[in-house]
Nanobody, 121 residues
Framework: VQLQASGGGLVQAGGSLRLSCTSS??????YAWFRQAPGKEREFVAA???????VYASSVTGRFTISGDSAENTVNLQMNSLKPEDTAVYYC??????????????????WGQGTQVTVSS
């Protein structure tokens, strides 16, 4: 089982990026995105549950959109109106059981390798 995250890059403030997370070897019901900025703890960004419900961190609400493509075992994170404070390594996580928004709760599942997002001012 493997999670492959992609789509990171360098963008100017106000720009957009689209991250993707594809699972191979298994189909998951719940996905989440976390991010970790230099010198900071990993934090929750967004998640999509098996029920279809979606949760966002308050810092990204209205700017980021998470969506799932079950046929492709892929979850996407569309990031618009990016700010320099969005700069971080972004990680996707997957689990058969909904784990909430705490990063430690997803430790029993699978994680992608991380993709760097850099937003310049």
């Amino acid at each position: 089982v493997q999670l492959q995250a992609s789509g990171g890059g360098l963008v100017q403030a106000g720009g957009s990026l689209r991250l993707s997370c594809t699972s191979s070897g298994r189909t998951f019901n719940n996905y989440a995105w976390f991010r970790q900025a230099p010198g900071k703890e990993r934090e929750f960004v967004a998640a999509i549950r098996a029920t279809g419900s979606i949760v966002y961190a308050s810092s990204v609400t209205g700017r980021f959109t998470i969506s799932g493509d079950s046929a492709e075992n892929t979850v996407n994170l569309q990031m618009n109106s990016l700010k320099p404070e969005d700069t971080a390594v972004y990680y996707c996580a997957a689990n058969m059981i909904w784990r909430g928004t705490r990063e430690s709760s997803w430790s029993s599942g699978y994680w992608g390798q991380g993709t760097q997002v850099t937003v310049s001012s």
